[in-house]
C-alpha cells in the first residue's frame, strides 16, 4: 500500500494512507512501534464501497520521518487535529490501538471534537501504579548512572540499564534510540485516567484476557469511567488484536460503525 500524501507538521512528517471510498470515514492511529505494515490485513477485509479509512503514521514510526526533539502526546494529538484540518478530512469515527489510545483520550475530550464513535483496542492512557519493588528500583537506578562514565565500567552500566528498565516494564524504551527515548518517557509518564470520564461520545473497548501490555483491568477501568461505553474481552487475545484476529475487529467496526 502506498501512502496518498505526507503530512508535514512541526518539522515531522507523516504518510497519509487511504483505503476505499465509502461514506463512512473512520481515522486509525496505531500503536508505539506500529505501522502501516502491521494493519494492511485488517485495512484490506473492510468494505471498502462502504467505508474511507485513514491510516496516518505517526512521526517516529514506520516510514515517517522522526521529530527533531521530543514530543508529548499533546504534540501527537495536535499534528492529528491539524491533519484533519489542512487536508480537510472529517473522519465520523476513530479505532486507536495501543498508544492510539492516548491521542484519543486527547481528541474525544476536546471541545472541538467531531468523532461520533470510536473503537478501542488494548488501549493505553492509564499510568500504573508502581509496585513497592518497583519504587524501590526507580529510586535506585540514578546511582548506576556513574558506571557509564567510566570505561572500565560501562558494559556494567548498560546491563543494569536492561535489567531495571525490565523490572519498570518500560522495555520499549530499550528498542528506541535518540529523541524517540525521550519522547517514550515523556508519553509513559503522562496519566490521562482523568479524561475518561469526559469522553461522552459511545466507545467500544476491546481487549485481550492475556494481554501484558495494556492488562485487561486497564479495560474494565475505562468502562467503568466512560459512561457510554462497553467492554469486549476476547478469550487468549494478546495485545495485538489487529494482528491476531483481524476479521473480528473489522467484523466489530462494521457492526459498531453502522
Do not use: C
Not at 490501538?97 to 488494548?122: C, D, E, T
Not at 558506571?147 to 546491563?159: A, Q, W
Amino acid at each position: 500500500m502506498k501512502p496518498i500524501d505526507r503530512f508535514k507538521y512541526n518539522q515531522a512528517e507523516s504518510p497519509v494512507y487511504k483505503y476505499g471510498s465509502g461514506h463512512k470515514v473512520v481515522l486509525f492511529l496505531h500503536g508505539w512501534g506500529s505501522s502501516i505494515n502491521s494493519w494492511q490485513s485488517l485495512l484490506s477485509q473492510i468494505n471498502k464501497a462502504e467505508f474511507t479509512a485513514y491510516f496516518l503514521e505517526l512521526p517516529g514510526f514506520g516510514d515517517s520521518k522522526t521529530p527533531i526533539k521530543a514530543w508529548k502526546v499533546d504534540d501527537y494529538a495536535n499534528m492529528v487535529v491539524a491533519f484533519m484540518d489542512t487536508l480537510e478530512v472529517k473522519p465520523d469515527y476513530l479505532v486507536v490501538h495501543s498508544f492510539g489510545g492516548r491521542l484519543a483520550l486527547k481528541l474525544l475530550v476536546n471541545q472541538n471534537n467531531i468523532f461520533k464513535k470510536a473503537i478501542f483496542i488494548g488501549a493505553a492512557g492509564i499510568k500504573p501504579e508502581l509496585t513497592k519493588f518497583q519504587k524501590l528500583t526507580k529510586l535506585v537506578a540514578p546511582y548506576f548512572k556513574t558506571l557509564k562514565t567510566n570505561k572500565f565500567t560501562k558494559k556494567t552500566y548498560s546491563f543494569f540499564q536492561k535489567f531495571l528498565y525490565k523490572l519498570m516494564g518500560t522495555g520499549d524504551y530499550l528498542k528506541v534510540e535518540g529523541v524517540m527515548r525521550k519522547t517514550f518517557l515523556n508519553v509513559i509518564e503522562e496519566d490521562l485516567t482523568e479524561n475518561l470520564a469526559k469522553v461522552k461520545i459511545p466507545v467500544r473497548l476491546i481487549w485481550g484476557d492475556q494481554d501484558s501490555y495494556t492488562p485487561l483491568w486497564m479495560g474494565n477501568l475505562m468502562h467503568q469511567k466512560i459512561t457510554n461505553s462497553e467492554l469486549i474481552v476476547i478469550e487468549e487475545g494478546k495485545h495485538g488484536l489487529h494482528l491476531q484476529k483481524p476479521d473480528l475487529i473489522v467484523q466489530n467496526i462494521h457492526e459498531f460503525f453502522s
